[in-house]
């Protein structure tokens, strides 16, 4: 009887699982199970930037590099958004990103949307 105890426990074990750990609504997550998605991909969303966007804006000539980085909220919402590098390629870059009204897919954690970090690479050249 004694070794049927152990035994016993391991078996009700395998049964028995973790809770999953509850995801934080305010927090923003860089490591999603699900990523945030545009409607219709990365194509659509380059299309829609192209859509909006004003080279006149764009001061000099040349090759420009920036990276925006925006949050992606549990409704789809694009905010915070930011640049780092050419000042006014990223000006036109923010001002074109808060245009866009479309709501993406939120990204996912357990199933349940959570606020994501989406980071947006762009290089183009002006003459």
Do not use: H
């Amino acid at each position: 009887m004694k070794k049927i105890y152990p035994l016993l426990f391991v078996f009700l074990g395998l049964f028995v699982s973790a809770q999953e750990t509850p995801v934080k609504t305010d927090s923003i997550y860089t490591m999603v199970e699900e990523n945030a998605e545009f409607p219709g991909g990365i194509i659509e969303f380059r299309k829609a930037i192209t859509n909006g966007f004003d080279a006149s804006k764009i001061r000099g000539s040349g090759r420009f590099s920036c990276e925006a980085t925006f949050v992606i909220d549990r409704e789809g919402k694009i905010s915070d958004i930011q640049y780092t590098g050419n000042a006014s390629l990223g000006k036109e870059i923010v001002r074109t990103l808060s245009t866009i009204k479309t709501r993406w897919r939120p990204a996912k954690i357990n199933g349940e949307p959570v606020k994501s970090m989406f980071r947006f690479p762009i290089t183009m050249n002006f003459q």
